[in-house]
């Protein structure tokens, strides 16, 4: 199954900026070398002055979760909130595929079809 890990980071913890600049670069060269190896897409970043940042990296299900089980996956994760404000994470299926065939059978299943 296709899914997008999709990473949320809020404003730096005030005096821990230089450290969340670290941790921001350590975390981009984290996902940056498993899409080299080709375990996932390279991150996509979004950013603003005025909203939290969302890095988002795509795989296949099972590669990401294996990923997010590796020691430096797990330290950047806890270490995350330590540096940054408003952090979250969560695997999205995406596209519309998946939804729709679902759905359909659910549908279908309760006779509603």
């Known amino acids: 199954m296709k899914v997008a890990l999709v990473f949320t980071l809020g ?41 939290p940042t969302l890095t988002i990296v795509k795989g296949e299900a099972e590669d990401l979760q294996m990923l997010m ?19 979250s994470w969560e695997l999205r299926m995406y596209g519309l595929d998946p939804l729709f065939s679902q759905f359909e059978t659910a549908v279908k299943e309760m006779g509603l079809a």
């Open 11 to 51: 404003m730096p913890v005030v005096g821990r900026e230089a450290q969340a600049i670290d941790h921001a670069r350590a975390s981009e060269a984290f996902w940056r070398t498993a899409a080299a190896e080709g375990k996932c897409s390279e991150p996509e970043v979004f950013w603003s002055s005025t909203a």
């Open 69 to 87: 089980a590796t020691p430096e996956a797990q330290r950047l994760v806890m270490t995350a909130p330590l540096l940054f404000q408003d952090v």
